[in-house]
């Protein structure tokens, strides 16, 4: 099912569209967003304030399990829907917890895991953006730019007259 990015285009001639993301519902091992094939080496946890402030008080155990699964990524990160000031000085309706708790558990969190990325976004939206921009640098860099590199190095293994059945050691038969 597409998911649509307001706010991120597509250009297609003279027209701009909204970018429109294929997805697909799943469980998976830790976070809440991956590339399908790669969740065991990039997933995004992202966090509503009303969940960040239930998961570091009633699922803290849960919580660090988890963050311990991320910390064997190549990227893992938490985005968290709403600033840091919002996080302080306007937590959740009828919550009992002290905000200073929360924001001390974050940073204890940061150095505790330090692999796993912290990004506190100033709403709903930009915590997408955020996301999507994630994944899709993990795509470029990770996916794309290793098979073009292929291409291009059989390209010129080709345009030398070296096929791999030829390549010995490093050395032309």
Known sequence: MPFSFLGIDVVKGKTRHPLLVKTTSMTLASGDYS???????????????????????????????????????????????VSLETIIQRPPPNTRVVPKSIYSSIIAYQQRFPKTHWLLCDSRRLAEKTAFRILERYWIDNVEKPAKDICRQQRLQKRNGVSENHVNNGEQA
């Open 35 to 81: 590339i399908l094939g790669h969740s065991d080496k990039i997933s995004i946890e992202r966090k509503s304030l009303e969940d960040l402030y239930s998961t570091l008080t009633h699922g803290r155990e849960r919580f660090e399990r988890e963050l311990t699964r991320l910390q064997e990524m190549q990227f893992s990160s938490v985005i968290v829907e």
